[in-house]
């Protein structure tokens, strides 16, 4: 294992394009390339920091790095004083927080969970203090005060008063009907009451036990810990709890609503030879809408006062209505508009939970997102009177981004919101403060994983200002609203912040060498220092190809296809024996690989050098869909998906033809997931433009994708069947007329291998028998963990390539 302690320490102001990580490289003789050792297990690199946080005094940072040979994963420690680095021992892991402490008011005291339990730290002594030693898991620690930490068992909250050791159940939630509400009388039963003085006796005695009980209650100040009855016809989604321990914010789904029937899975390696069947998720459209109500608690007064979102704009109507009047045109039916509610919900998926009360317990702020993907509003609730406002309504007419610039929370003045949102058309910076909105950042880029400093004095955050494919670290100074770059480093950064907000550990990358920790310092001398060089060397004596990052122009838009172009090192722009290319293309749709960091598809950034020493130009696209371009380039695909992108594709294709001597009859595609679905729409649709493709783990049919991602770009197959006939390949296969590999795990529980038989059955029955080749993996699921799998896939798609290219 690689781990090395500090490589340099400079001024912070001469930082700049990964001049540190350069003078790491020490190339040796060049050394050709084999698939063998692309698709070796990827020790071989070296295994990169993950996961960095700082120690609360901020004298130490924390990651954790895969072993060598072991899927285990260890913690090492970095000390800032004397850079020494060391392997935390296993008695030791009991006592981190792997970052994710919470402070009391005074900052005397952090708690935490570990291993199931709650700890707490005295910050002055360093003295460590066990609360809960159980077999359950309690969670979610939080102050209340100084010295009370609450916490969750299950789904009921608990607080420990550290001053007494008390233990007091804070709220305990029953989902059955109250046992004390009388249900009318039926005939019979009034019947009997009158019968039977036994029966008039019973009740009697009941009543006078429910009343002393009640006694006892509010002599002892117990009221409060009254279970929470909330019925036998719903389940618990939300729970959130003020600094001062009296409100709670519940969230509450009807059980009725159905999630979706759960498809099959077939494994046929198994331990003991039979054939084992696995459920796995539900299709896109069979999930019911799921509407979150929302209550807030008194915890005091044992009260519960629904929280009406009425007023929120746009809420009652339908963003739907027209696609569904087409439809029922279509289908020969009379439309109907949509009856109840629309369906809305807390969206739990950012740093904030969704959820984020002010500090002084005042106020809470919630952010909702609608069931068809096309609303997302930020709401503030006022405890004491229980008024609603609306702070922010984002409205997108494809889909409202739900996988990032969720970013939200209070500054520490109890009055003023920050908020991330895409309505310019790229993620910016908000500050919200009663009627007045002001944007802290503007301009064609994105910013994202917004955070603020522990003091409350700077906002710092992650933007592609520079350059769409380089993240620099910002930071906002909310005294006068001045923003300052954090970093220069160039290729990919993100970041974690110590608790005085003036140090941040740094994940950084280029496109040529994985993440490595850095260590900012932003105090009177400002320096940036290197902690890790992880790298192996054999790595490092690899004479890798570093990709151009060049602007394709697009025949569709004014925005650029941003690319990665590979050419070999002794590329000839006026040879007459013209190049033969290969496009590859990312996976995900909404992903970003031609940026100029480290790229997940390290594999492929591989195999491109190895393309490239067999005499292939690589181009790498970032077509529209992809991430970091903006609102327009991400929803380009709505109700289209793979229109947009192949056109795309083939501007690239046209693109090196025209600037790196490339034979325009000789351009092959390959890719996986998205990347597999959008090489069958070339091929089947534009199957002029392309000499060959593999299609890897590819969609061949999106009903029968899942829910969450599906239904943001294309609706549902009921509501809008056109989007998914329009953007699915099974509806094309007849447009095939070039070589075709096709290669799908069969326990992918992601795209189901079922994608793939259905769509082989389909070109068997079109009789497109001299044009494909299936390649299965037995025990791969949609991303392969074995190297055989790796390799024998690899060579499958370079001998395609090599038969049909050249």
């Not at 084992?276 to 929302?294: A, D, F, H, I, M």
């Not at 009856?339 to 919900?345: L, N, Y």
């Not at 697009?554 to 296809?561: A, K, L």
């Amino acid at each position: 294992m690689l781990v090395a302690v500090s490589i340099t320490s400079v001024p912070y102001g001469l930082i700049a394009d990964t001049s540190v990580t350069k003078d790491l490289v020490t190339k040796t003789i060049s050394k050709p390339l084999t698939l063998e050792q692309v698709m070796a297990d990827p020790d071989w690199i070296g295994n990169a920091p993950s996961n960095p946080y700082f120690s609360d005094d901020g004298k130490t940072i924390y990651y954790q790095q895969k072993e060598t040979g072991s899927i285990n994963r260890h913690t090492w420690q970095v000390n800032l004083d004397d850079k020494s680095t060391r392997k935390v021992v296993d008695k030791e892991l009991i006592k981190l927080d792997q970052g994710r402490a919470v402070y009391n008011s005074n900052n005397s005291l952090k708690a935490f969970s570990s291993q199931g339990d709650i700890w707490v730290k005295y910050l002055s002594s360093g003295d460590y203090r066990q609360l809960t030693r159980t077999n359950a898991i309690e969670s979610r620690p939080q102050f209340i005060g100084n010295d009370v930490v609450a916490f969750y068992l299950n789904s009921d909250l608990y607080s420990i008063d550290l001053n007494t050791g008390l233990i007091s159940q804070v709220a305990q939630f029953k989902l059955s009907d109250d046992p004390d509400i009388k249900k009318t009388d039926d005939y019979l039963s009034k019947q009997q009451t009158r019968y039977f003085d036994y029966i008039q006796k019973q009740q009697k005695n009941a009543e006078d036990r429910k009343q002393r009980q009640e006694q006892l209650q509010a002599a002892t100040d117990l009221e409060a810990n009254k279970p929470w009855y909330l019925g036998s016809k719903v389940e618990i989604s939300t729970t959130s709890l003020s600094p001062d321990g009296r409100y709670l914010l519940l969230g509450t789904y009807a059980k009725t609503k159905q999630l979706g029937k759960p498809d099959n899975m077939p494994r046929f390696v198994t331990e003991d030879g039979y054939v084992k069947n696995n459920k796995v998720r539900p299709l896109v459209g069979t999930y019911q809408p799921r509407n979150e109500s929302l209550y807030l608690l008194d915890l005091v007064n044992h009260s519960k006062t629904p929280i009406d979102l009425s007023d929120l704009e746009t809420i009652d109507e339908d963003p739907l209505a027209d696609i569904k009047r087409l439809t029922a045109k279509r289908n020969g039916k009379e439309y109907q508009p949509r009856k109840g509610e629309r369906g809305t919900a807390i969206f739990k998926w950012n740093a904030t939970g969704g959820i984020d009360w002010s500090e002084d317990a005042s106020k809470v702020a919630f952010m909702l997102y609608s069931d068809d993907n096309k609303d997302r509003w930020i709401a503030s609730l006022e405890v004491k009177n229980q008024k609603l406002k609306s702070i922010h309504h984002l409205r997108d007419g494809a889909w409202v981004n739900d996988w990032d610039f969720n970013d939200f929370g209070w500054l520490t003045d109890n009055e003023t919101l920050y908020y991330t949102s895409e309505e310019t058309g790229y993620s910016h910076l908000y500050l919200s403060k009663g009627r007045k909105t002001s944007a802290l950042t503007k301009g064609r880029y994105i910013v994202n994983n917004v955070r603020l400093s522990a003091a409350g004095n700077y906002l710092y955050y992650r933007a592609n200002k520079k350059h769409p494919g380089i993240y620099e670290i910002y930071r906002v100074t909310l005294s006068d609203n001045s923003t300052e770059a954090v970093t220069d480093l160039g290729g990919l950064n993100s970041f974690n912040l110590a608790n005085d907000g003036e140090q941040l550990v740094v994940s950084h990358s280029t496109a040529t060498m994985p993440t490595e920790l850095y260590h900012v310092s932003l105090k009177e001398n400002k320096t940036i220092t290197q902690l890790t060089n992880t790298v192996s060397e054999k790595f490092k004596e690899m004479d890798w190809v570093t990709p151009e990052f060049i602007e394709v122009p697009s025949s569709q838009v004014d925005q650029p296809i941003y690319s990665r172009l590979y050419k070999p090192k002794d590329f000839d722009a006026t040879k007459a024996d013209k190049y033969p290319a290969v496009i590859f293309i990312h996976g995900a749709g909404y992903l970003q690989n031609a940026h100029q960091g480290w790229s997940g598809y390290f594999r492929e950034f591989m195999f491109h050098t190895f393309l490239t020493q067999q005499g292939y130009i690589v181009l790498d696209m970032d077509y529209r869909a992809s991430k970091g371009y903006g609102r327009d380039w991400r929803t380009a695909i709505y109700r289209q998906m793979g229109t947009p992108e192949v056109i795309d594709l083939r501007d690239g294709a046209d693109w090196l033809a025209a600037n790196t001597n490339v034979n325009r009859d000789k351009v092959g595609i390959y890719g996986g997931s998205y990347g597999g679905f959008l090489t069958f729409m070339a091929l089947f649709t534009e199957p002029e433009a392309f000499a060959a493709g593999a299609s890897l783990r590819p969609v061949t049919d999106w009903a029968h994708y899942n829910h969450g991602y599906t239904s943001n770009i294309l609706n549902t197959p009921e509501i809008d069947p056109e989007a998914f006939e329009n953007s699915s390949p099974i509806e094309f296969a007849e447009g095939l007329n070039k070589p075709l590999l096709i290669a799908h795990g069969m326990v992918d529980d992601n795209v189901f291998f079922k994608d793939t038989v259905r769509l082989v059955q389909r070109l068997i029955e079109l009789e497109k028998t001299q044009y494909f080749e299936t390649a299965i993996y037995p025990i791969e699921p949609h991303g392969f963990t074995e190297p055989s799998s790796w390799l024998d896939e690899y060579k499958r798609i370079y001998y395609l390539f090599e038969e049909h290219l050249k």
